[in-house]
């Protein structure tokens, strides 16, 4: 599944085997925002799926930020 850009927002579902994967993603994703100090929101749901959603709220919609760090998340995925 591609980043879609919806409601000046970008998102995107990644699915794993299992609770342990899902989280452990998350806890991958928090060194690339941290290191760009921006800040996904991160909803894990149905135990092994992981929504994130990329806005740069500053500026009321999705920038070139966004698509940088949606790129460091897919290569953790």
Do not use: C
């Not at 941290?34 to 749901?45: G, K, L, W, Y």
């Not at 799926?49 to 919609?61: N, P, Q, R, Y």
Request: hydrophobic share 35%; glycine share 2%.
């Amino acid at each position: 599944m591609k980043w879609e850009e919806k409601n000046n927002q970008l998102e995107k579902e990644f699915t794993f085997n299992n609770f342990v994967e899902a989280v452990d993603f998350v806890n991958r994703v928090k060194e690339p925002a941290e290191a760009m100090q921006h800040h996904p929101d991160i909803f894990i749901h149905s135990y092994k799926k992981v929504k994130i959603t990329l806005t740069t709220h500053s500026e009321g919609h999705v920038t070139l930020k966004d698509h940088e760090l949606a790129g460091k998340i897919d290569e953790l995925a």
